[in-house]
């Protein structure tokens, strides 16, 4: 017999945490929703921003009444205000800022991907364990209210065995440059770290992978299916297109019965469960009634990490970087097995 209701999200209260000192490396439009979120819903502030572009800081400093604006990362890094660092350069960056702010004693935040392939993730690992700092993916979907009711959902068994997981994430990115370019460009890692992390968070670690696709002119993916096998037998599918718009909905089904997630499955939304049978109808619903909507959502991994900086916790357990490594690296394999190679990616 399944519910009639889902659990409730255990959702840490800003107020309870300490209030760290954010840098802001890169402060682009993903920063900039970022640094918005932290200070309208959370009690972490953001102090320092640096951008080696001209003006770039102080246009995003000013409105936001922040008072430390560099131009160079090394200065930001070695502050003595600052004791997180977010990094929110484009993803060929992401390793280089992320090790600059380790080798400074500093906690890093840094956004997805962490890294563009499996062996700088691993590198970004040994460095911040070498330091005694944190290092965090900022997966912030790991940190949103519906995820841990979909933790509770899984952990009590509601579903019974599962058997699959299915997402999609598609976009008409191909007017974005930096989405479209041979550097560290295409789908799968722009979006595509979403699916390949939801399908981690339910099922684990993938055996093996198989993945069908289209390139663009540039030669980076544009749509993707990515199909996932288990050890245990489950599979999952993942599509993902920077050419199109899909569904970007997510859902999970065992022998019990299957939960879905609303689109868009990755920004705080609601889940709904339902019974095995043909065409059924829906047994529980959660809804979110935080009133914090989409990015609004990137406010809970700043008081996340800060929680596990209070607990001494030096590698998140929401979000293992040794997850992020597997994750990452299969996205590697999906690039590579339709001909998607990045500049200077060896071609075997």
């Known amino acids: ?15 309870s945490v300490s209030p760290l000192r954010w840098g802001i490396i890169g402060p682009g439009g993903i920063a900039a929703s970022f640094a918005d979120a932290v200070h309208n819903y959370t009690t972490q502030r ?51 800022h992320a090790l600059l702010a380790i080798a400074a004693g500093k906690h890093v935040l840094i956004e997805k991907p962490c890294a563009l392939n499996r062996a700088d993730v691993e590198t ?7 330091a005694g700092v944190l290092a965090m993916e900022a997966m912030w979907t790991r940190y949103l209210p519906q995820t841990d009711v ?7 068994g509601i579903l019974g065995e599962l058997s699959l997981v299915v997402s999609d994430f598609g976009q008409d990115l191909r007017g974005v ?12 890692l722009d979006l595509g770290i979403y699916n390949f992390a939801f399908s981690s968070l339910v099922l684990g670690n993938a055996t093996s ?28 599918v993942a599509t993902v297109s920077l050419a199109t718009y899909t569904p970007t909905a997510a859902s999970i ?16 939304t609601g889940l709904t469960l ?41 590698d998140s357990p929401a979000r293992p970087l040794a997850e992020v490594a597997n994750d990452i690296g299969l996205l590697e394999q999906a690039r590579h097995q339709i001909g998607a190679f990045l500049d200077g990616e060896a071609r075997g």
């Open 209 to 236: 992978i198989t993945t069908t696709g289209k390139l663009t002119l540039t030669g980076v993916d544009e749509t993707t299916t990515t199909f996932f096998s288990y050890s245990n037998g489950a599979r999952a």
């Open 274 to 314: 339902y019974g095995p049978d043909f065409n059924p109808k829906p047994v529980a619903r959660w809804n979110d009634e935080s009133g914090i909507r989409e990015h609004e959502g990137l406010g809970y991994q700043a008081t996340a990490l800060a929680s596990f900086v209070d607990q001494g916790i030096l």
């Open 150 to 156: 979909i933790r509770q959902v899984l952990s009590e």
């Open 124 to 130: 970004i690992e040994a460095a911040a364990k070498a």
């Open 253 to 268: 089904s065992g022998v019990n019965g299957m939960i879905t997630v609303d689109t868009p499955f990755f920004t705080p």
């Open 177 to 188: 440059p930096r989405c479209m370019s041979s550097v560290s460009g295409g789908g799968l």
């Open 46 to 96: 953001i102090v320092a921003v640096a951008s080696k572009t001209p003006g770039r800081g102080e246009a995003f400093a000013t409105p936001r009444n922040i008072e430390i604006v560099l131009d160079s990362y090394d200065a930001l890094v070695t502050h003595p205000d600052v004791d997180v660092v977010y990094v929110a350069t484009t993803h060929e960056f992401h390793k280089e």
């Open 1 to 15: 017999m399944l519910p009639t209701s889902l659990p409730s999200p255990r959702i840490i209260d800003p107020a």
